[in-house]
């Protein structure tokens, strides 16, 4: 078995699409916080999890590691018009992927909270949690793996 050293960090982006005739746009859409897998042992490989809400789960013979970086869900502050609701893409499968230079590991089963709407508060503002899976390969390479993945917030 080997260990990945670190955690496994994702920078994120987010676009914001604005519908000018209902009068709703963002006034900004800010990452506060980046997708991390924490640190593992590959094992015989497997996936990791992390939920929405930031909970660490693992299939196969991975090992979890509590130690070298915490595991969390990506966020993104979204502030704009009071009330203002808005749909919430994120990446379909097969199209992130990490990489340390040399080797890859697959994100897909992206999830959100709020899942796919969601609504300003009365002060402009909302938080949105970002999870992922993460599939890791038989004797994964160690290494520092990053990349980066895209959400879409579509005022309506």
């Known amino acids: 078995m080997r260990t990945l050293p670190g955690s496994i960090r994702l920078t994120t982006a987010a676009v914001v699409l604005c519908l000018m005739a209902t009068g709703a746009c963002a006034q900004s859409v800010s990452s506060t916080a980046a997708l991390s897998f924490g640190s593992f042992t590959a094992g015989s490989g497997g996936t990791i999890s992390i939920g929405a809400g930031g909970s660490r789960i693992k299939t196969g013979t991975i090992i979890l590691v509590n130690q070298g970086g915490s595991a ?3 966020q993104f502050n979204v502030t704009g018009t009071p009330s203002a609701v808005f749909t919430i893409s994120l990446p379909v499968d097969g199209t992130v992927m990490l990489s340390d230079g040399s080797n890859t590991l697959a994100l897909n089963g992206f999830v959100s909270s709020p899942a796919s709407v969601g609504t ?3 002060g ?3 938080l949105i949690s970002v999870g992922a899976t993460m599939t890791v390969g038989p004797n994964q390479a160690p290494g520092s793996y990053s990349g980066a993945f895209t959400v879409t917030v579509n005022y309506q």
């Open 120 to 122: 300003l508060s009365g």
């Open 124 to 126: 402009g503002s909302q």
């Open 72 to 74: 969390a869900a990506a």
